[in-house]
């Protein structure tokens, strides 16, 4: 169905590549007016002119609140609403066990993943509640927020915190009589800059890969549009009776 999302005005945080340039993309084709943000300024050029149309890319550092709130100014100057926030700005390293990670490290993931969620989830509720129009917030979190492992004593739990914060402020929402929609989006392994990133690290590229892929019982790493599609899904009103869930998309890997 075409203009899934027409008429609605869309900020995607890490817009500039991976999971929420695919979710730009997906968004824009479908209509919506698209807002990327991102630290890294010529992707997030290059990404805006790839969109084409009147798509906006802001410089924008997830962890700073004055940076949310030019951000925020700024779109709403240049477009005068928001209706769909994703929060798909993130960091996966450096991690490793408990008694390896530092406290800097592990502050240094929280910020970026957990509290750079929870300043985009509060600005977008201070702008969205009172449009008039049906409004969406898509945190990405992922599998990691479900399940951990010995050496993601930082990860996993910037990610659990998305999670439940996804659920609480859909439960505000509600409560209050906003009409505002939250939902987090939980990915395995997908084939992005970060994913790729990890691999390349590895003492044996090749070798890493194959077995990220034998970890996912449907036997493959995940395209970025595996998870744009949820977003997309998730940011349209085909979903408005969908607040406060957990969509995994993961080929599987927590069903075992």
Partial sequence: MAGRVA???????????????????LMAAEGAR????DIQQDKGQQ?????????LFLEHNVASESSWTVAIDRTLEHFGKIN??????????PDGSIEQVSLRQFQRMMAVNAEGTFLGCQNAVRVMKGNGELNSIVNISSVAGLVSGWQMACYSPSKAAVRLLTKSVALHCARAGYPI???SVHPAFIDTPMVQGGIDADADPDKARKRLTRM???GRIGEPNDIGYMILYLASDE????????????????AI
């Fill in 34 to 37: 698209v807002v990327i943000t």
């Fill in 181 to 183: 929609r939250c939902n």
């Fill in 7 to 25: 008429g609605k005005v869309a900020v995607i945080t890490g817009g500039a590549s991976g999971l929420g340039l695919a979710a730009a993309k």
């Fill in 47 to 55: 990404a805006a002119r790839e969109i084409g149309g009147d798509a």
């Fill in 239 to 254: 979903s408005k009776f969908t607040t406060g869930a957990e969509m995994v998309v993961d080929g599987g890997c927590t």
């Fill in 84 to 93: 769909v926030l994703v929060n798909s700005a993130g960091i996966a390293g």
């Fill in 216 to 218: 996912v019982p449907m």
